[in-house]
């Protein structure tokens, strides 16, 4: 992309490309009172990497995230990182993730060692065991004999 500054033009898709790679700002969960609704009132689902609360709010036409990475998994750059991944993890998936729901994100210690490949897999895997994939069903438990 050829990148001139002062003109409009290339102004415009300079700012028509930051849109698209930041996540915007009614995608997100930032106030406590929302996170804190999501633990109360969502179902939790964990691997070893991550733990997500998934909240339904119908009159939402789309889902919005949440992060949470603790200080205990490294510095403020590694704590960055993995938000990162799991943003983009979640800007690549979305064509595949339920509208319609509230995601609340929390990193363990495991993922501040994992590429973003292997970020991304596993938040399919935890969000394939909660049902929140188009493509997957949960797994209910039927004791029946």
Request: proline share 1%.
């Amino acid at each position: 992309m050829q990148y001139m500054t002062g003109t409009l033009m290339n102004n415009r898709k300079r700012i028509d490309l930051l849109k698209v790679c930041k996540m915007k700002k009614k995608f997100r969960i930032k106030k406590n009172e929302e996170f804190q609704q999501v633990f109360h009132k969502g179902e939790s689902f964990a691997n070893r990497q991550f733990v997500i609360y998934i909240l339904d709010k119908q009159e939402q036409d789309f889902f919005r995230i949440g992060l949470s990475v603790s200080k205990k998994i490294g510095n403020a750059v590694i704590r960055n990182q993995i938000k990162r991944y799991i943003r983009q993890a979640f800007l690549e998936l979305n064509e595949d993730i339920l509208a319609g729901k509230d995601y609340v994100i929390i990193a363990r210690k495991p993922a501040a060692d994992m590429t973003f490949k292997e970020v991304k897999s596993s938040l399919m895997h935890v969000l394939k065991k909660s049902g929140a994939m188009k493509n997957s069903k949960r797994k209910k438990n039927n004791f029946s004999s």
